[in-house]
Nanobody, 122 residues
Framework: EVQLQASGGGLVQPGGSLRLSCAASGVTFDDYAIGWFRQAPGKEREGVSCTSSSDGSVQYADSVKGRFTISLDNAKNTAYLQMNSLKPEDTAVYYC???????????????WGMGTQVTVSS
């Protein structure tokens, strides 16, 4: 059974940082790409970043380039999303997902975890 558990969300002031974690079981990073997505109220779920161990590819949405960093810890089977210089528009529920294609779109991901809320506000 595949399980993905995102954690690390919270309330942070603009300009602050958070690190999200995604603990995975039932999948290995060698076989699956990992993506981070977010969904704000009234908006569609959008891709934030994804990475694939098989080819080393990394992608970021334009809105987070230079501020967010995705990484994988294969030993812990855990993915991370380091978020710096956070802005109010980053406020959303963040989800991690696993899929077989390294494409930053939700249709390419088969397994999803429960989200973690990130709120950026002063």
């Amino acid at each position: 059974e595949v399980q993905l558990q995102a954690s690390g969300g919270g309330l942070v002031q603009p300009g602050g940082s958070l690190r999200l974690s995604c603990a995975a079981s039932g999948v290995t990073f060698d076989d699956y790409a990992i993506g981070w997505f977010r969904q704000a109220p009234g908006k569609e779920r959008e891709g934030v970043s994804c990475t694939s161990s098989s080819d080393g590819s990394v992608q970021y949405a334009d809105s987070v380039k230079g501020r967010f960093t995705i990484s994988l810890d294969n030993a812990k089977n855990t993915a991370y999303l380091q978020m710096n210089s956070l802005k109010p528009e980053d406020t959303a529920v963040y989800y991690c997902a696993a899929g077989t294609g390294g494409v930053l779109h939700r249709d390419w991901y088969d397994f999803w975890g429960m989200g973690t809320q990130v709120t950026v506000s002063s």
